[in-house]
């Protein structure tokens, strides 16, 4: 699995190149009649067929790449280690493996190591969010109740 520390911001001129494909696969995307397209490769005269989600993958990577968000493409099922997991939830490991070790997040060892898939983690890290989003619309109604936001 690539480094976190290794992923880095598209350059100008890579989310100008990134734009106009996106806007191109886009439009191509949309006349499609057929699940296997084949794309072609200007210099060699290839054409290779590549899988329908795939291109549609590659139309979200270009659209990121664009907006300059630098990104990792990760399988859903890859296990990672406590660290990997740590950085991407910004957590310390030792507090990963505290909520490892409480079950927040499911794990499995081999041997010494703790490993966790990247989808828990992101479950987890989306289940966050959501609980902290529901807490600020309690926050926010509360302040309502008692005029806060009265003129």
Do not use: W
Not at 118 to 129: C, L, Q, T, W
């Amino acid at each position: 699995m690539q480094d976190l520390a290794d992923i880095r911001r598209p350059s100008k001129q890579e989310q100008e190149i990134a734009l106009e494909s996106y806007r191109a696969l886009s439009e191509s995307l949309e006349r499609l009649k057929t699940d296997s397209p084949e794309i072609e490769i200007e210099e060699t005269q290839e054409k290779v067929v590549v899988p329908l989600r795939a291109l549609k993958l590659l139309a979200k990577i270009l659209k990121a790449t664009s907006e300059g968000k630098p990104l990792s493409i990760v399988p859903y099922a890859t296990e990672m280690t406590t660290q990997a997991a740590a950085e991407l939830l910004g957590c310390s490991r030792p507090h990963l493996v505290k909520l490892l070790e409480e079950g927040e997040i499911p794990f499995t060892k081999v041997g010494k190591h703790r490993r966790v898939k990247f989808e828990d983690v992101i479950n987890f890290k989306e289940g966050k969010r959501a609980e902290r989003e529901e807490l600020l619309r309690e926050i926010m109604q509360g302040d309502e109740e008692i005029g806060l936001y009265d003129s």
